[in-house]
Nanobody, 122 residues
Framework: QVQLVESGGGLVQPGGSLRLSCAAS????????MGWYRQAPGKQRELVAK???????DYADSVKGRFTISRVNSNYTVYLQMHSLKPEDTAAYFC????????????????WGQGTQVPVSS
C-alpha cells in the first residue's frame, strides 16, 4: 500500500510565500507523474501543477510565474513552491502520484494525499 503525506500548509498573508511537500512511501516500484491539485470552497478540484520523472512541468495559467513544482525521484517527494500568494489561491491542496507498485502492473495506480489547507488572508 502506498501513502502520500503532505506538509507545509498554513495561513499566509497576501504576497507571501509557502512551500508544500509531499512524500510517498510504501511498496513502490517507480512513480510516473506527480503533481498538485487544489479545491477551493464551493469549487471543483483543479490541476495546479504536474511534473514528469524527467522534470517536464505543466502549470495552470493562474499560477504560472508564481508557483514552481519540483521533485526528488530518489525519495519519491514532490514540492510546490508558491510565491506572491493571492486570496484566490486559498484552497485545500492535494498531491497525487501515479505509482507503479510492481514491474508487472498493467497501469499505474493514482494515489492521493490527504490534503493540506492554504488560507491566504491578512
Amino acid at each position: 500500500q502506498v501513502q502520500l503525506v503532505e506538509s507545509g500548509g498554513g495561513l499566509v498573508q497576501p504576497g507571501g510565500s509557502l512551500r508544500l511537500s509531499c512524500a510517498a512511501s510504501g511498496t513502490i516500484f517507480t512513480i510516473a507523474d506527480m503533481g498538485w491539485y487544489r479545491q477551493a470552497p464551493g469549487k471543483q478540484r483543479e490541476l495546479v501543477a504536474k511534473i514528469t520523472p524527467g522534470g517536464m512541468t505543466d502549470y495552470a495559467d493562474s499560477v504560472k510565474g508564481r508557483f514552481t513544482i519540483s521533485r526528488v525521484n530518489s525519495n519519491y517527494t514532490v514540492y510546490l513552491q508558491m510565491h506572491s500568494l493571492k486570496p484566490e489561491d486559498t484552497a485545500a491542496y492535494f498531491c497525487y502520484a501515479s505509482v507503479w507498485v510492481s514491474y508487472s502492473d498493467v497501469e499505474p495506480t493514482l494515489t492521493w494525499g490527504q490534503g493540506t489547507q492554504v488560507p491566504v488572508s491578512s
